[in-house]
């Protein structure tokens, strides 16, 4: 029973963790904002004492003006600490965002694999083959259909392929042992005399040069 148990617990404790890496990435970030308006805050003022020690110098105030450098050290020490958190933060937020895509990955790759033991679980080797044989049956029988349709009925189905084959290679025998017969020249053409052929031109062209003199009277009117 605590063999049961124990799997149970280690797998609820390690979501709990993967659940909590969004959160406190958050807060890690936020803090890390929190630090760089600190840092800009004291650069700020250490500008600000370095103006004063300035005008103080001016006016040969030079007990202000040492002070207004303590400051200044101060100042710089703090931002320079703020920067070592920084980095530390910086460094953990690296480490947590590996360590949750690390999570991220192997949760996936374990759901792929679950997906295929369920996919083979559901599988049965009896239920493959019978799907294959009801498939090879249902080949079959469209085949025979096929093979029915293309079978001959009627007048046709008392053909003999034999005999047709033999008579087709008479026809053959008969169109190879024929003689050529000669075709017929086309009939000479005559030549026309070029004369005659001018002559008829030029008769062609009075004639619609004619009609169409005629066609303008007959407009005019």
Do not use: W
């Not at 959160?23 to 500008?47: A, F, G, I, V, Y």
């Not at 999570?103 to 996936?108: C, E, G, K, L, Q």
């Not at 239920?127 to 469209?142: L, P, R, V």
């Amino acid at each position: 029973m605590l063999k049961k148990l124990l799997p149970k617990t280690k797998s609820k404790k390690k979501k709990e963790v993967a659940s909590s890496a969004i959160p406190t990435l958050d807060r890690l970030h936020e803090n890390l904002e929190m630090l760089e308006k600190k840092e800009r805050l004291l650069q700020k003022k250490c500008s600000a004492e370095i103006e004063k020690a300035k005008d103080y110098t001016k006016s040969k105030n030079k007990n202000a003006a040492i002070q207004c450098l303590k400051k200044k050290k101060l100042y710089e020490t703090q931002i320079e600490q703020l920067s070592n958190f920084q980095l530390r933060v910086h460094d953990q937020i690296i480490m947590l965002e590996s360590a949750k895509a690390t999570t991220d990955t192997v949760d996936a790759l374990r759901s792929g694999s679950n997906a295929v033991k369920a996919i083979q679980q559901s599988l049965n080797i009896d239920d493959i083959e019978s799907a294959i044989d009801e498939s090879n049956e249902q080949t079959e029988h469209m085949r025979e259909i096929q093979e029915a349709l293309a079978t001959p009925v009627g007048a046709s189905a008392e053909f003999d392929e034999d005999e047709l084959e033999a008579e087709l290679e008479e026809l053959e025998d008969e169109e190879l042992e024929a003689p050529e017969e000669e075709l017929p020249e086309p009939p000479a053409r005559r030549p026309v005399p070029v004369a005659k052929a001018a002559a008829s031109s030029s008769k062609q062209g009075s004639s619609d040069l004619s009609e169409l003199t005629k066609l303008q009277a007959e407009m005019a009117l």
